[in-house]
């Protein structure tokens, strides 16, 4: 049996000079090849402040041995990220000398004194962590983030953020909220977590990685996020990050971006989730309104976007003031089923005077083997008609073998039919079809699904 070897690397460096410029960052490692990993540390720093440190020491310690070897990189120059702030990145590659326990960390004092949920921030040192297990006879790299940070959140209004953590190594992992870390790796004193609602505190949901929050407070407030990885339900690796996030009380945004999230199925937690078929390309559209006509972004990341084969596709397919909309595919193959979830985070933009506001939402794809139940053999899968009770809009899900005329029928109790929605042609594939049902009054129904003239299912609908 292969022995496992925690090792931790250390990323030390110490500047006299007062670092309120630092927002936050992470650092990673990442196996070249055998003990050759490239170390990558990514820094935030508020434009506003003073300069960042245009090179970083990399020592790094066998724990075992308490041997350290210094390797002293550049930054690759200033990125511009979003609202004032730059992003820097320092990458160096290392040669382990053997497998062991290394730590990678980097210290620089001190945080902002303007951040609220710390006792005396300006007597905290900033400081980021790794640990990966370096094994030069198989593969191990630590997690990364495939999110970026978000530095910016409006008042009384609900804050949405996944980092949306991934192994490619295809190791388990598993994520939480943490105490920043300060001089020495030790918890920063006075820490508590950034201030909200009492009905929308400041929420890490453990299944999809989601941070859920409404801010009642203008001001700075900082975060951290661990991110363990595990093989064999053994600890290989852990990586963290560490954010600020500036509270802003803009009275002039009237109407906040929404992702439009209503045809979007749920599971019994109230997670977005939607179940694939492998070999059937599954189709979705996406949407985002802002009621003051601001500009608006839409991207989408996550695993299904970085696969080796069948990767995700999205494109933005109409982007006008305050309207914005895109279309998201992808046909995962016989090789993506597995009972894990695959996450995929849609991310919007606002653009609000000199402000831009994000928000996240994330959906978790599970890709099965497929079934046929319907009657219509050209029909797989369950069908879902949701949601039921509804109200404005009922919405449908289902699965075609090949490409089909579709109907939906709605028929009240006398077998009257009083609502219908028709398409000539759908691709192959999985569908999300909506129908306005506003001019229906209260009372049950019956919904009837008709591919190629053929009915696939009959299913009831209350509508209130």
């Given at each position: 049996?292969?022995?496992?070897?925690?090792?931790?690397?250390s990323?030390?460096?110490?500047?006299?000079?007062?670092?309120?410029?630092?927002?936050?960052?992470?650092?990673?490692?990442?196996?070249?090849?055998?003990?050759?990993y490239?170390?990558?540390?990514?820094?935030?720093?508020?434009?506003?402040?003073?300069?960042?440190a245009?090179?970083?020491?990399f020592?790094?310690?066998?724990?075992?041995?308490?041997?350290?070897q210094?390797?002293n990189?550049?930054?690759?120059?200033?990125?511009?990220?979003?609202?004032?702030?730059?992003?820097?990145?320092?990458?160096g590659?290392?040669?382990?000398?053997?497998a062991?326990?290394?730590?990678?960390?980097r210290?620089?004092?001190?945080?902002?004194?303007?951040?609220?949920?710390?006792?005396?921030?300006?007597?905290?040192?900033l400081?980021?962590?790794?640990?990966?297990?370096?094994?030069?006879?198989?593969?191990?790299?630590?997690?990364?983030?495939?999110?970026?940070?978000?530095?910016?959140?409006?008042?009384n209004?609900?804050?949405v953020?996944n980092?949306?953590?991934?192994?490619?190594?295809?190791?388990?992992?598993a994520?939480?909220?943490?105490?920043?870390?300060g001089?020495?790796?030790?918890?920063v004193?006075?820490?508590?977590?950034?201030?909200?609602?009492?009905?929308?505190?400041?929420?890490?949901?453990?299944?999809?990685?989601?941070?859920?929050?409404?801010?009642?407070?203008?001001?700075?407030?900082e975060?951290?996020f661990l991110?363990?990885e595990?093989?064999?339900?053994v600890?290989t690796?852990?990586?963290?990050?560490?954010?600020?996030?500036?509270?802003?009380?803009?009275?002039?945004?009237?109407?906040?971006?929404?992702?439009?999230?209503?045809?979007?199925?749920?599971?019994?937690?109230?997670?977005?989730?939607?179940?694939l078929?492998?070999?059937?390309?599954?189709f979705?559209?996406?949407?985002a309104?802002?009621?003051?006509?601001?500009?608006?972004?839409l991207?989408?990341?996550?695993?299904?976007?970085?696969?080796?084969?069948?990767?995700?596709?999205?494109v933005?397919?109409?982007n006008?003031?305050?309207?914005?909309?895109?279309?998201?595919?992808?046909?995962?193959?016989a090789?993506?089923?597995?009972?894990?979830?695959?996450?995929?985070?849609?991310?919007?933009?606002e653009?609000?005077?000199?402000?831009?506001?994000?928000s996240?939402r994330?959906?978790?794809f599970r890709?099965?083997?497929?079934?046929s139940?319907?009657?219509?053999?050209n029909?797989?899968?369950?069908?879902?008609?949701?949601?039921?009770?509804?109200?404005q809009?009922v919405?449908?899900?289902f699965?075609?073998k090949?490409?089909?005329?579709?109907?939906?029928?709605?028929?009240d109790?006398?077998?009257?039919?009083?609502?219908?929605?028709?398409?000539?042609?759908?691709?192959a594939g999985?569908?999300?079809?909506?129908?306005?049902?506003?001019?229906?009054?209260?009372?049950?129904?019956?919904?009837k699904?008709?591919?190629?003239?053929k009915?696939?299912?009959?299913?009831?609908?209350?509508?209130?």
């Amino acid at each position: 049996m292969k022995k496992l070897v925690l090792f931790v690397l250390s990323l030390f460096f110490i500047s006299t000079s007062d670092a309120t410029h630092l927002m936050g960052g992470q650092i990673t490692a990442s196996q070249i090849s055998g003990l050759q990993y490239e170390i990558k540390m990514t820094l935030y720093r508020d434009t506003t402040g003073i300069p960042i440190a245009t090179s970083a020491d990399f020592i790094i310690t066998d724990l075992a041995t308490s041997t350290q070897q210094i390797l002293n990189v550049p930054h690759s120059g200033a990125q511009s990220f979003i609202n004032g702030v730059e992003l820097y990145d320092y990458i160096g590659t290392f040669t382990f000398p053997a497998a062991g326990q290394y730590s990678i960390t980097r210290q620089e004092c001190c945080r902002n004194g303007a951040i609220l949920n710390m006792s005396a921030p300006l007597s905290e040192s900033l400081h980021l962590r790794s640990v990966v297990t370096v094994d030069g006879g198989s593969a191990n790299s630590t997690p990364v983030f495939l999110n970026p940070p978000v530095t910016l959140a409006q008042k009384n209004s609900l804050y949405v953020y996944n980092p949306l953590p991934f192994d490619a190594d295809g190791d388990s992992i598993a994520w939480s909220m943490e105490i920043p870390l300060g001089a020495g790796g030790d918890t920063v004193v006075g820490y508590s977590l950034p201030h909200g609602s009492s009905l929308n505190p400041f929420t890490l949901n453990n299944l999809n990685g989601e941070i859920t929050w409404m801010p009642d407070s203008n001001g700075h407030w900082e975060a951290s996020f661990l991110v363990e990885e595990f093989r064999g339900g053994v600890k290989t690796g852990e990586i963290r990050r560490d954010m600020q996030i500036i509270v802003v009380d803009d009275t002039t945004n009237w109407f906040p971006m929404v992702i439009n999230t209503s045809s979007w199925p749920q599971d019994a937690m109230g997670n977005f989730s939607i179940n694939l078929q492998p070999n059937t390309p599954f189709f979705m559209n996406i949407q985002a309104t802002q009621g003051d006509n601001d500009q608006m972004d839409l991207i989408v990341q996550g695993e299904p976007m970085i696969q080796v084969s069948n990767p995700a596709q999205f494109v933005v397919t109409s982007n006008t003031p305050g309207l914005i909309e895109g279309s998201f595919n992808w046909t995962p193959s016989a090789q993506h089923a597995r009972t894990a979830p695959y996450l995929l985070t849609v991310r919007a933009f606002e653009y609000h005077n000199n402000y831009v506001f994000t928000s996240d939402r994330t959906i978790m794809f599970r890709v099965g083997s497929a079934t046929s139940i319907a009657e219509n053999e050209n029909v797989l899968s369950a069908t879902q008609v949701y949601p039921n009770p509804a109200s404005q809009d009922v919405f449908v899900s289902f699965n075609i073998k090949s490409s089909s005329s579709f109907s939906m029928q709605i028929y009240d109790l006398s077998g009257r039919l009083v609502n219908e929605r028709s398409e000539r042609h759908l691709p192959a594939g999985t569908h999300l079809i909506d129908q306005n049902i506003e001019s229906l009054s209260t009372g049950y129904y019956m919904v009837k699904l008709i591919v190629d003239n053929k009915a696939s299912e009959t299913l009831p609908l209350i509508i209130k």
